[in-house]
T-cell receptor, first 105, second 117 residues
Framework: GIQVEQSPPDLILQEGANSTLRCNFS?????LQWFHQNPWGQLINLFYIPSGTKQNGRLSATTVATERYSLLYISSSQTTDSGVYFCADAGKSTFGDGTTLTVKP | GAVVSQHPSRVICKSGTSVKIECRSL??????MFWYRQFPKKSLMLMAT?????????EQGVEKDKFLINHASLTLSTLTVTSAHPEDSSFYICSASHRTANTGELFFGEGSRLTVL
């Protein structure tokens, strides 16, 4: 099956810093999604982004389907951004191992 | 829109008992619902895929008789952990995809934390 690789596995930032999270796929993906899992376990949809670029406030995402990767940008990070960020091939319900983000005040 | 509700959020039970977890799509009809298990500090592991009115499709290594899935309607799927044992303790999450949108985009429930004593 398809392999989903996320990097970096862990990231520690100072509040206000920017960051880029990456997701690589071993095969073509038609239903790429980014999620944030908060400390209580809830998975929050961030982007459904099979291709192109989307922005939502301080977050944006870009998927280059032909090169099998997607990037999640977080600008002006806040402590509430802490948690685990997952990318997934939603169509195959295959998830990466996640990036654990810690934003320090 | 696209809200999925999962209940209960936490359950503690004795070893040998059965526990039912419900997953409801509140404002849309779900073609397909998925059940995952998540161990601490790990990713989501797909357990099974359920389609309304048909038998669930289980992933390799998941015991069908241990984890019973019923998808009775387009808005409700249930996971029953039968004869639960301490090793079944985990965080269980469901997701659903929108029937009419049919994009494959997933919407998640809040998760259910099961502790078996």
């Amino acid at each position: 099956g398809i392999q989903v690789e996320q990097s970096p596995p862990d990231l520690i930032l100072q509040e206000g810093a920017n960051s880029t999270l990456r997701c690589n796929f071993s095969d073509s993906v038609n239903n790429l999604q980014w999620f944030h899992q908060n400390p209580w376990g809830q998975l929050i949809n961030l982007f459904y982004i099979p291709s192109g670029t989307k922005q939502n406030g301080r977050l944006s995402a870009t998927t280059v389907a032909t090169e099998r990767y997607s990037l999640l940008y977080i600008s002006s990070s806040q402590t509430t951004d802490s948690g685990v960020y997952f990318c997934a091939d939603a169509g195959k319900s295959t998830f990466g191992d996640g990036t654990t983000l810690t934003v320090k005040p | 829109g696209a809200v999925v509700s999962q209940h209960p959020s936490r359950v503690i039970c004795k070893s040998g008992t059965s526990v039912k977890i419900e997953c409801r799509s509140l404002d849309f009809q779900a073609t397909t619902m998925f059940w995952y298990r998540q161990f601490p500090k790990k990713s989501l592991m797909l357990m099974a895929t359920s389609n309304e009115g048909s038998k669930a499709t289980y992933e390799q290594g998941v015991e069908k008789d241990k984890f019973l899935i019923n998808h009775a309607s387009l808005t409700l799927s249930t996971l029953t952990v039968t004869s639960a044992h301490p090793e079944d303790s985990s965080f269980y999450i469901c997701s659903a995809s929108h029937r009419t949108a049919n994009t494959g985009e997933l919407f998640f429930g809040e998760g259910s934390r099961l502790t078996v004593l």
